[in-house]
C-alpha cells in the first residue's frame, strides 16, 4: 500500500493495481482462478473528489458504515454508484437508506429484520441483506455467533418474505499476521457451505462478504468474493 507520509498524494490508481494483483494471486493460489472478487470501496471520512475518483477507476461499489455519510454521500454522487451499508444499523434509521443501498451487509437480529421487512413491504421492493457473523465471538463486535445463525435464518424465511438473504459477512479481529485469522475465514465459509445445502427460499448463499486492507488475501484464499477496502486504496483514515 502506498501511504502519504510527507503529503505526497496516494495514488488511488496505484493502490488499485497492487490489490487487483493481489486478488489474481490469491485467486490462483486456492484454485479459483476462473473466480471474480467484488471490491467495495469503503469510503467513510473520504471526501467527495477522492470518491468520484475512485468511481472513474470503475470502483463502483462504495462501502460506508454510517447511515448519515452514507446519505450525505448518496445526496452529491446520486443513483450512480451502488452503495453498501457495512456498519452497524440502528432499526430507526432503516427508512433513510433502505431505497438507497444495494446490500445491507449487518443483518444480525430479528428486531432489525422486521423493520427492513416492514419498510421495503411498504416500497414494494426487498431488502438485500447479508447476516453479519461474529465468528470470533468478540465482545466489540456485532454479529451472530456461528451456531446461531441458522435458527435466525429460519426465523427470518419463516416471518419475512419481502427479505431477500444473499450471504454472509464478517470483520475478523485485527491481526499482526492475518495467518492468525484464517480460521475466522475458513469458519465462515464452511457455515456459507452448510446454509446453501439447505436451499432456504429466498436464501442464496452467494456472497461471502469478508477480508479489509490487513486480511484481504488470507480471506479471498479461504473463499471471500466480495472485499471491503478502505485504507488500502485512500490511505489511513484522519477521524
Ligand atoms: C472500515 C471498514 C472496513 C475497511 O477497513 P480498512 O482496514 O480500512 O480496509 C471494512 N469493513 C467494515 C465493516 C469497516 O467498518
Known amino acids: 500500500m502506498i501511504d502519504s507520509k510527507e503529503g505526497i498524494k496516494i495514488s488511488i490508481r496505484d493502490n488499485l493495481k497492487v490489490i487487483e494483483e493481489n486478488i489474481n494471486e490469491a485467486l490462483i493460489k486456492s484454485g479459483r482462478e476462473s473466480d471474480t472478487v467484488e471490491i467495495i470501496a469503503v469510503t467513510k471520512t473520504v471526501d467527495i473528489d477522492r470518491i468520484k475518483e475512485a468511481i472513474d477507476l470503475g470502483l463502483n461499489n462504495i462501502g460506508e458504515n454510517r447511515v448519515q455519510e452514507l446519505i450525505k454521500k ?34 444480525d437480529r430479528i428486531s432489525l429484520a422486521k423493520e427492513l421487512n416492514k419498510r421495503a413491504k411498504s416500497l414494494n421492493i426487498h431488502a438485500n441483506a447479508l447476516i453479519q ?7 466489540t463486535k456485532f454479529g451472530l455467533k456461528i451456531e446461531e445463525v441458522i435458527p435466525f435464518i429460519e426465523n427470518i424465511v419463516a416471518k419475512f418474505e419481502n427479505i ?15 495467518e492468525d485469522v484464517r480460521w475466522v475465514f475458513r469458519s465462515l465459509r ?31 484464499e479461504e473463499g471471500a468474493n466480495m472485499i471491503r477496502i478502505g485504507t488500502g486504496l485512500f490511505g489511513k483514515r484522519n477521524y
Not at 448518496?74 to 444495494?102: A, W
Not at 457473523?133 to 465482545?139: F, H, L, Q, S, W
Not at 436451499?199 to 469478508?210: E, F, Q, R, T, W
Open 74 to 107: 448518496y445526496d452529491i454522487l446520486g443513483k450512480g454508484p451502488d452503495y453498501h451499508m457495512i456498519g452497524h444499523l440502528q432499526s430507526n434509521k432503516v427508512k433513510y437508506i433502505i431505497d438507497k443501498v444495494k446490500l445491507i451487509h449487518s443483518l
Open 133 to 139: 457473523v461474529n465468528v470470533a465471538e468478540e465482545e
Open 164 to 178: 431477500r438473504i444473499k450471504g454472509l459477512m464478517t470483520i475478523a479481529p485485527f491481526a499482526e499476521n492475518p
Open 190 to 220: 464452511q457455515l456459507r457451505d452448510k446454509i446453501a445445502n439447505e436451499k432456504y427460499p429466498n436464501v442464496d448463499m452467494d456472497i461471502l462478504s469478508m477480508g479489509m486492507t490487513n486480511d484481504y488475501k488470507i480471506a479471498i
